[in-house]
């Protein structure tokens, strides 16, 4: 999995979401904008991060684990059961 570079800020956070109340668009395929790259935070319980292109890989996220979402690649989450996460939103330094 990639790591964020280091000319990047913060700029976004979504809600808190749980099993219960994760939006459909996340579990299915999607992508960020040009230029956003995103950070999965696991805060409680675990779930399964697929990277969908260019190659298909799948990660185990969880509290001492962050999903790196890279910008346009097309991804998704699976729920795996009790779980708490967020997305953190980066782009490049102005």
């Not at 990277?51 to 097309?74: N, T, Y």
């Amino acid at each position: 999995m990639k790591t964020l570079p280091g000319n990047l800020n913060l700029y976004s956070r979504s809600l808190d979401f749980n099993q219960d109340n994760v939006p459909a668009g996340i579990l299915g395929r999607h992508t960020t904008a040009e230029g956003v790259w995103g950070k999965i935070k696991v805060t409680e319980g675990s779930l399964t991060y697929r990277i969908l292109e260019p190659d298909l890989e799948e990660h185990v996220l969880d509290v001492c684990r962050d999903g790196v979402v890279v910008p346009r690649a097309a991804h998704q989450i699976e729920i795996n059961g009790p779980v708490k996460f967020h997305i953190e939103f980066y782009r490049q330094a102005a």
